[in-house]
């Protein structure tokens, strides 16, 4: 076989490996919740990780790297070091040393609000702090308008990537652009 061939096999394979990737990792247009697969009551602090962040600088890096990874939504499960649920997956893409609620993102100081839609920026969040709360990463604007973004969550269906209408789905809470303070 010629190099040629080789190298035509070898793209050709990645391309498939590719396209096989986006078509397993492809989700519906709005899953049925946003919940972060907690029960009721009072869910865990994971400890504190040190050094075990992961190591890029940026969280859409990070947050993709999690995406057909398969962690299974569990408030009391790990992966990489964090919490399997929104507030766990949040913190790893904004390399927090602890896993936290969503709801103490803000009490905490791990994520400050921003005055508006206009002001998120790649590796931003949409935040809902009620209850157990639910956080997605954002990622980029979907349209000019800015009505809709896609955004990166971990829901009990698992880490998604996909189109989010501004700020979120309706009937889901209160979401507020964030930013992670660092």
Known sequence: MTRSNTARRTVAALLTAGVATVLMTATPAHADSNDSC???GVMPRVGVFGNLAPTPSDPLVRAQGWVGAGPACSPTGSFDGYRTDAGGYAAMAWRLTESMEPSEFLSTG????L???????PGDGLLNPAGFGHVVVFDHWADDAHTSYLGYEFT???????????????????FRPVRAAH
């Open 38 to 40: 907690h029960p009721s």
């Open 115 to 121: 005055a508006g839609r206009d002001d998120l920026a």
């Open 156 to 174: 009990s269906a698992g880490v998604q990537h996909r189109t989010i209408p501004y700020p979120y789905f309706a009937g889901h809470g209160d």
């Open 110 to 113: 791990s994520a400050t609000p």
